[in-house]
């Protein structure tokens, strides 16, 4: 009996955890995904008979999914036509696997769709009838994974952004800021010219000349330099007074001579 599956719990579907761990982005494809908890257990990973548990298993997603998906558009990461993701059904008996399904969706409301589709129909269990058409009982045979031993929740669904808000528009202006209404009369037109009278912008007739223009300052001719005043005319020398005559200077007295 080693390859007899050991079945566990009531399938379950947490689509509500799609509005709990928020939004996909909208530059992501629109996708759903869903996690399959499922207990391990000895023998090969078949279904429906001896169908390969792989093919099944996308033929159910892709059956659930509706007519805009096909079976290449849903991958189970890690299975195989003999094992399943993970430790698959060779693994330690008892253990519990997670094992990620992708649907690819055209759009988001279609991978909403799918996302409540898979929730209904593992929670039917063996009774869905997708589920009976591809995967078949597996309660005795040789594979450890059917709706009734295993845990699905839905682990990411795209969804539309939501509608920007448009722009608020310009206030509209205040009275104060129009402009003034244009006036509906035309301008009065002007008075004919007198012949006899002068032009307006005429110079009355005694009036001066204007002052011819001054040519531009590279065209004028270089100003004369002034000349130096004359020189005063060179002093006389000071007149020098005669020297005064000395007066006479006295006769020598002649010395007197001793006697012999």
Not at 220 to 235: A, G, Y
């Amino acid at each position: 009996m080693a390859n007899l599956c050991g079945v566990l719990l009531v399938a379950t579907c947490l689509f509500g955890l799609i509005a709990a761990s928020g939004q996909v982005k909208a530059a992501d494809a629109p996708r759903v995904e869903f996690v399959v908890k499922f207990i391990t257990a000895g023998g090969a990973a078949t279904a429906n008979g001896n169908a390969p548990l792989q093919t099944q298993v996308l033929l159910f997603a892709a059956a659930i999914a509706g007519s805009d998906i096909g079976e290449a558009d849903v991958t189970w990461d890690g299975a195989t036509n003999t094992t399943l993701p993970g430790s698959g059904c060779a693994g330690v008996p008892g253990r519990w696997t997670l094992a990620p399904l992708t649907i690819a969706a055209p759009d988001a409301d279609t991978a909403n769709a799918v996302a409540s589709s898979i929730s209904a129909a593992l929670g039917n269990g063996t009774a869905d009838s997708e589920w009976a058409s591809t995967v078949g009982s597996l309660g005795g045979d040789p594979a450890c994974l059917d709706p009734a031993s295993s845990t699905a929740q839905v682990a990411g669904a795209a969804s539309p952004p939501p509608p920007s808000p448009p722009p608020p528009s310009p206030p509209p202006p205040s009275p104060d800021d129009q402009p003034p209404p244009a006036s509906a009369e035309p301008p009065p037109a002007p008075a004919p010219l007198d012949p006899s009278s002068p032009p307006a912008d005429a110079p009355p007739p005694d009036a001066p000349s204007p002052p011819a223009p001054r040519p531009p300052p590279d065209q004028q001719p270089p100003s004369p330099r002034p000349k130096p005043p004359p020189r005063p005319p060179p002093r006389p020398p000071p007149k020098r007074k005669p020297p005064s005559p000395r007066p006479p200077r006295p006769p020598r007295r002649p010395k007197p001579r001793p006697p012999p």
